[in-house]
């Protein structure tokens, strides 16, 4: 690709053909246009800020609108998109955007939840679909994927991410990008993508929605940055402004984040659109005095699209007639989203987006339902089993639990254009599936148990061989502006769940959220726990797919689960300490005298999160053996492989991933504990042996280095493979060299 524009990846006939069209409306354009091309304008969905404009129409026609967000339907998409191409000084088409994070009509698991399938593959696939749909319905722009990396289970985006891992985060924004745009921005089956939030909106303090960030640039660096790169590589189209301030300066001004690092460095070749009104929260902020000398820092910082403010349209203009914005760079801005424009086929046929036919055929289809089902299975994580799990379909079930029979929160506020009309619950699935099911609700939906809801369910408990206990909060409880402080269940719902289980009856807890909960106490009391998440359009069939064992629980966890919130944020790649507790140190009493409590530890809870990162169980039992690795030494444009042996010594299929972590010894800035460094996602029959092998490549250990630059130093390393970042199988070493 010639990294220069985008058109790199358009082929050379019409490459050309793009490239004049653009040069001939750059030429005829009048400054107050140029500027409606880097402007946005929301068409529906409103949020509580006093930004946007009621005439959209009006200011179609006028050429002040290059893209609408959040228009409602095919029809009301066509009528603007004619105003435009029809009406306006210049007919340039208007580019639709919408939030369409996990699915379209289809509605697959939280982007959290596929990123707990281990399996990018698949989420490339979904993200297809939800392309497919959505192009279909009139949308040519995804605000997706989220590749923030977060540590902090309270901020309600978190279901928006991959997690808190800078690998896997990376592959699923490789993946998403893939599965959105295709290998053809102009096939009727594609959409625009987006990586947001750039960058490090992940961090915000405290877990608090729209709060502020204060990282490192080594943190930036080697936590938040890679994701960026990796959709930069796949050839994402567009890039999203984050919130937050980076050094304190908000980053939809920061100069040296856009221009130096995103486009000098990583090479980024389309173009950068605002958040909801960053530009004129610059002025909030503390940056700007004014909406003018707003849109002066972001136009002249690289920012070049603005979701809804309003500074360009009412100041661009002028701030090039006073010579305080040079109208090469406003040129630079509108060339590289006419450039997407035409790449996307606009120019050919600006209404090739809305044909009904097409979207009666791709829509909500049998083979899209089906692939939503396989992703539910896949993302469900075992966290507990006891041998509740799996289900017998010929036992008496008693399911309890609003949430088993709640169509909306099996989705969050991010539901595309599905309909929960169109959710299959799990009492739904189950009563289809199994011979005898009784059903009570148990609790309200913010989680209120009454003394008459109790004691149907726990009637219902005492005759039946099982109880599912589907548990969770509410599907709004996730997202953006849905920070929570608390993490537990929310009412009385843990409660419900310890007298359940006092009926003497095996409990399986299934958990439907939008992020991981602190739940100890029911991991306590319940037989089995089965982080769930909110799964979609097909929550019921998946969900019951594992419960009944016809699917191995697939999931392995994203993050870390802390015991409580006070340990917030715990991740496994933490950085050392000068004063690590002693390996015979029992952390879960007390410090008994000074020799136990001048470490870093709590004296009053262990260091170790609930769950740890990667963790997640199986219905097979699969053991490891026959450890090994190639090579004790690599050169820098060398890697080694890590091979185990597997064996399913139980008579069902089962998965597991095998993981790889890495931690570099001694370097010129202190190295994680361990990073992971690779995986593999592996299907076994019962009974099946097989050797699995892991490539660990030199540029796996790149970091930040002292000396600024990107690169792995030569040094000793440690190895482990497991289960998760908290269960080791085996351990071995090896030496980087140069």
Same mark, same amino acid.
Request: proline share 5%; with cysteine; charged share 30%.
């Given at each position: 690709?010639?990294?220069?524009?985008?058109?790199?990846?358009?082929?050379?006939?019409?490459?050309?053909?793009?490239?004049?069209?653009?040069?001939?409306?750059?030429?005829?354009?009048?400054?107050?246009?140029?500027?409606?091309?880097?402007?946005?304008?929301?068409?529906?969905?409103?949020?509580?800020?006093?930004?946007?404009?009621?005439?959209?129409?009006?200011?179609?026609?006028?050429?002040?609108?290059?893209?609408?967000?959040?228009?409602?339907?095919?029809?009301?998409?066509?009528?603007?998109?004619?105003?435009?191409?029809?009406?306006?000084?210049?007919?340039?088409?208007?580019?639709?955007?919408?939030?369409?994070?996990?699915?379209?009509?289809?509605?697959?698991?939280?982007?959290?939840?596929?990123?707990?399938?281990?399996?990018?593959?698949?989420?490339?696939?979904?993200?297809?679909?939800?392309?497919?749909?959505?192009?279909?319905?009139?949308?040519?722009?995804?605000?997706?994927?989220?590749?923030?990396?977060?540590?902090?289970?309270?901020?309600?985006?978190?279901?928006?991410?991959?997690?808190?891992?800078?690998?896997?985060?990376?592959?699923?924004?490789?993946?998403?990008?893939?599965?959105?745009?295709?290998?053809?921005?102009?096939?009727?089956?594609?959409?625009?993508?987006?990586?947001?939030?750039?960058?490090?909106?992940?961090?915000?303090?405290?877990?608090?929605?729209?709060?502020?960030?204060?990282?490192?640039?080594?943190?930036?660096?080697?936590?938040?940055?890679?994701?960026?790169?990796?959709?930069?590589?796949?050839?994402?189209?567009?890039?999203?402004?984050?919130?937050?301030?980076?050094?304190?300066?908000?980053?939809?001004?920061?100069?040296?984040?856009?221009?130096?690092?995103?486009?000098?460095?990583?090479?980024?070749?389309?173009?950068?659109?605002?958040?909801?009104?960053?530009?004129?929260?610059?002025?909030?902020?503390?940056?700007?005095?004014?909406?003018?000398?707003?849109?002066?820092?972001?136009?002249?910082?690289?920012?070049?699209?603005?979701?809804?403010?309003?500074?360009?349209?009412?100041?661009?203009?002028?701030?090039?007639?006073?010579?305080?914005?040079?109208?090469?760079?406003?040129?630079?801005?509108?060339?590289?989203?006419?450039?997407?424009?035409?790449?996307?086929?606009?120019?050919?046929?600006?209404?090739?987006?809305?044909?009904?036919?097409?979207?009666?055929?791709?829509?909500?289809?049998?083979?899209?339902?089906?692939?939503?089902?396989?992703?539910?299975?896949? @993302?469900?994580?075992?966290? +507990?089993?006891?041998? !509740?799990?799996?289900? /017998? $379909? =010929?036992?008496? #079930? %008693?399911? &309890? *639990?609003?949430?088993?029979?709640?169509?909306?929160?099996?989705?969050?506020?991010?539901?595309?254009?599905?309909?929960?009309?169109?959710?299959?619950?799990?009492?739904?699935?189950?009563?289809?599936?199994?011979?005898?099911?009784?059903?009570?609700?148990?609790?309200?939906?913010?989680?209120?148990? @009454?003394?008459?809801?109790? +004691?149907?369910?726990? !009637?219902?408990?005492? /005759? $039946? =061989?099982?109880? #599912? %206990?589907? &548990? *969770?909060?509410?599907?709004?409880?996730?997202?953006?502006?849905?920070?929570?402080?608390?993490?537990?269940?929310?009412?009385?719902?843990?409660?419900?769940?310890?007298?359940?289980?006092?009926?003497?009856?095996?409990?399986?807890?299934?958990?439907?959220?939008?992020?991981?909960?602190?739940?100890?106490?029911?991991?306590?009391?319940?037989?089995?726990?089965?982080?769930?998440?909110?799964?979609?359009?097909?929550?019921?069939?998946?969900?019951?797919?594992?419960?009944?064992?016809?699917?191995?629980?697939?999931?392995?966890?994203?993050?870390?689960?802390?015991?409580?919130?006070?340990?917030?944020?715990?991740?496994?790649?933490?950085?050392?300490?000068?004063?690590?507790?002693?390996?015979?140190?029992?952390?879960?009493?007390?410090?008994?005298?000074?020799?136990?409590?001048?470490?870093?530890?709590?004296?009053?809870?262990?260091?170790?999160?609930?769950?740890?990162?990667?963790?997640?169980?199986?219905?097979?039992?699969?053991?490891?053996?026959?450890?090994?690795?190639?090579?004790?030494?690599?050169?820098?444009?060398?890697?080694?492989?890590?091979?185990?042996?597997?064996?399913?010594?139980?008579?069902?299929?089962?998965?597991?991933?095998?993981?790889?972590?890495?931690?570099?010894?001694?370097?010129?800035?202190?190295?994680?504990?361990?990073?992971?460094?690779?995986?593999?996602?592996?299907?076994?029959?019962?009974?099946?042996?097989?050797?699995?092998?892991?490539?660990?490549?030199?540029?796996?250990?790149?970091?930040?280095?002292?000396?600024?630059?990107?690169?792995?130093?030569?040094?000793?390393?440690?190895?482990?493979?497991?289960?998760?970042?908290?269960?080791?199988?085996?351990?071995?070493?090896?030496?980087?060299?140069?």
């Amino acid at each position: 690709m010639d990294d220069s524009s985008i058109l790199g990846y358009v082929d050379e006939d019409r490459r050309v053909e793009i490239e004049a069209r653009v040069d001939e409306l750059l030429a005829e354009m009048s400054l107050e246009e140029k500027a409606g091309q880097l402007t946005q304008e929301n068409a529906g969905f409103l949020t509580g800020t006093d930004v946007g404009r009621s005439d959209t129409a009006e200011a179609i026609a006028d050429g002040e609108v290059g893209s609408l967000l959040n228009v409602e339907s095919v029809a009301d998409a066509r009528k603007f998109q004619e105003i435009a191409v029809e009406e306006s000084p210049s007919g340039v088409p208007l580019l639709l955007a919408l939030d369409v994070i996990h699915g379209y009509r289809t509605l697959f698991p939280m982007p959290l939840a596929e990123a707990a399938a281990w399996d990018p593959d698949l989420a490339e696939r979904t993200a297809d679909v939800a392309a497919t749909e959505a192009a279909a319905c009139g949308v040519h722009w995804t605000f997706a994927p989220g590749v923030d990396v977060t540590r902090d289970p309270r901020w309600g985006r978190i279901l928006e991410t991959s997690g808190e891992d800078t690998l896997l985060a990376s592959e699923y924004a490789r993946a998403r990008v893939r599965g959105f745009q295709g290998d053809d921005l102009a096939a009727d089956d594609s959409l625009l993508a987006c990586a947001k939030h750039y960058a490090g909106y992940g961090a915000s303090e405290a877990g608090r929605e729209y709060n502020t960030v204060d990282i490192s640039e080594t943190t930036l660096r080697e936590t938040h940055l890679p994701p960026f790169e990796a959709a930069v590589d796949e050839g994402v189209g567009t890039v999203m402004n984050a919130f937050n301030v980076h050094e304190r300066v908000p980053v939809s001004g920061h100069e040296e984040l856009i221009e130096g690092v995103l486009r000098d460095e990583l090479g980024f070749a389309g173009f950068l659109i605002s958040d909801w009104n960053s530009f004129g929260e610059m002025i909030v902020h503390g940056a700007a005095e004014d909406r003018a000398e707003a849109a002066e820092t972001a136009i002249t910082a690289g920012s070049e699209m603005d979701m809804v403010s309003g500074v360009y349209t009412d100041h661009l203009a002028d701030l090039v007639r006073e010579g305080r914005v040079p109208e090469e760079r406003v040129d630079e801005a509108v060339r590289r989203i006419l450039e997407l424009k035409g790449a996307l086929g606009l120019f050919e046929d600006p209404y090739r987006y809305f044909d009904e036919d097409r979207a009666e055929e791709r829509v909500l289809t049998d083979d899209h339902r089906a692939l939503a089902r396989e992703a539910v299975a896949e @993302s469900q994580v075992l966290l +507990e089993n006891d041998g !509740a799990l799996p289900l /017998d $379909a =010929d036992d008496s #079930v %008693a399911l &309890v *639990g609003t949430f088993a029979d709640s169509q909306e929160d099996m989705m969050d506020m991010w539901d595309g254009d599905a309909s929960a009309a169109d959710v299959v619950t799990l009492r739904t699935a189950l009563e289809e599936r199994c011979d005898d099911v009784t059903y009570a609700p148990g609790y309200e939906r913010d989680g209120t148990v @009454s003394d008459a809801a109790r +004691e149907e369910a726990v !009637a219902a408990a005492e /005759d $039946a =061989d099982v109880v #599912v %206990a589907a &548990v *969770g909060e509410p599907g709004e409880w996730g997202g953006e502006g849905a920070s929570r402080a608390h993490l537990d269940l929310p009412g009385d719902q843990a409660a419900l769940v310890d007298a359940l289980a006092e009926t003497g009856a095996p409990v399986a807890a299934v958990c439907f959220t939008s992020r991981p909960l602190i739940v100890p106490d029911v991991a306590d009391t319940a037989d089995a726990v089965l982080e769930s998440w909110f799964p979609g359009t097909e929550a019921g069939p998946g969900v019951a797919d594992v419960l009944l064992g016809e699917r191995d629980p697939g999931g392995r966890l994203p993050v870390s689960v802390p015991v409580t919130e006070g340990q917030i944020p715990v991740y496994y790649d933490r950085l050392s300490t000068g004063r690590p507790v002693p390996d015979d140190v029992d952390l879960s009493e007390p410090p008994a005298g000074p020799e136990e409590r001048f470490h870093a530890r709590y004296v009053d809870i262990p260091n170790d999160p609930l769950y740890h990162f990667g963790h997640g169980e199986s219905y097979a039992d699969v053991t490891y053996a026959d450890w090994s690795q190639s090579t004790e030494e690599i050169g820098f444009d060398e890697s080694l492989a890590v091979s185990v042996t597997l064996e399913n010594e139980s008579h069902r299929a089962g998965t597991e991933v095998v993981q790889v972590y890495a931690h570099d010894r001694t370097g010129s800035r202190a190295r994680p504990v361990k990073e992971l460094v690779g995986y593999a996602k592996v299907r076994l029959d019962a009974g099946e042996r097989r050797e699995v092998s892991v490539e660990v490549h030199a540029g796996d250990l790149a970091f930040w280095t002292a000396e600024e630059t990107w690169e792995a130093e030569p040094g000793e390393f440690d190895l482990s493979v497991g289960r998760s970042a908290g269960d080791v199988v085996f351990e071995g070493e090896f030496e980087l060299v140069e």
